[in-house]
Nanobody, 115 residues
Framework: QVQLVESGGGLVQAGGSLRLSCAAS????????MGWYRQAPGKQRELVAA???????NYADSVKGRFTISRDNAKNTVYLQMNSLKPEDTAVYYC?????????WGQGTQVTVSS
């Protein structure tokens, strides 16, 4: 069983920055593939960024060059640094962990970007 707790969301003006954190419980964090997803009102949940246990990364085209995903295995934490935020980045952001047997989700954190 893995529990994920996100933090760092909030209200920011366009062009600003936020850093999201996701702390994971349990053993084996370094072996998990981790990802950040987001869901805006009336839209499907979409992948924003992902990082493997081997620290390969993958980004949605809409955030490339603005967002950076990273992980600290010593702290069981994955981060999403978000720069040059746009109003269209407004959404609930969810942390995801994929283990050998299951996929786990956090409760989500709201990010609101004002124009």
């Amino acid at each position: 069983q893995v529990q994920l707790v996100e933090s760092g969301g909030g209200l920011v003006q366009a062009g600003g920055s936020l850093r999201l954190s996701c702390a994971a419980s349990g053993r084996g964090f370094s072996n998990y593939a981790m990802g950040w997803y987001r869901q805006a009102p009336g839209k499907q949940r979409e992948l924003v960024a992902a990082i493997t246990s081997g620290v390969s990364t993958n980004y949605a085209d809409s955030v490339k060059g603005r967002f950076t995903i990273s992980r600290d295995n010593a702290k069981n934490t994955v981060y999403l640094q978000m720069n040059s935020l746009k109003p269209e980045d407004t959404a609930v952001y969810y942390c995801n962990a994929v283990t050998r047997s299951w996929s786990y989700w956090g409760q989500g954190t709201q990010v609101t970007v004002s124009s």
